[in-house]
């Protein structure tokens, strides 16, 4: 799962990138954002996956799993929006504007999946508490969440209004929510834990309860 969306992250982290596209052109870059969104669906499909025995085990293991279910759909919002670029840049050689930002109901589903993670997140206010492994998680993931809506409305403009102010704020908050979503799945798979799964969380205190009970033991 964490693999699939650092792919799929670093796939919409690069495709912004005036330099990126302009190296490759437009058609690889569509290219780059369709995969990239595949990858993510992938990704959002196998947390589902996880996440659905616990869907009935208290307040944490319901938001993961409504968490990750509003988000798979999201991705498939972003799958059609990409394939639909691709076949832009593969039928019209000169467009070169705005090869993709995500849409509207995908950035919707994000961010109604962020801020269900980030509520059932333990806080002390409005803040996380810090403490327990990976409590930053699902802010950076909320904020990458923020990023994305906010391209959708930029990159909504820019058809209508041809700006290059536009053009840029939607290609660089697409960057940098890939960029939080990134880091997200890198820190997973640095550590083997994740917040999106209370199930694989008690795994892994279990796994810390025994090998100091084995230490104790020696």
Known sequence: MALLFAIGSACFLIGPFPGYAQLVGASAD????????ILFTAGGALQTWIAFPERHTGAAGKAAFRAAAIQSAGTLFFNVTTYQALHTSLSNPNYNRLVWRPDALGSI???????????????HGWLPARGQPGWWEPAINLLGCIFFGISAIAGYLVPSTGSVLNLAAANWNTALGAACFLTCALATLLTGRTRKSPRLQRLHKLEQIAKRDVEQIV
């Not at 569509?30 to 969104?37: D, E, K, L, N, Q």
């Open 30 to 37: 569509a290219v780059t954002f369709f995969i990239g969104s």
């Open 109 to 123: 589903c994000f961010l109604v999946s962020g801020a269900i993670a980030y509520r059932a997140l333990a806080r």
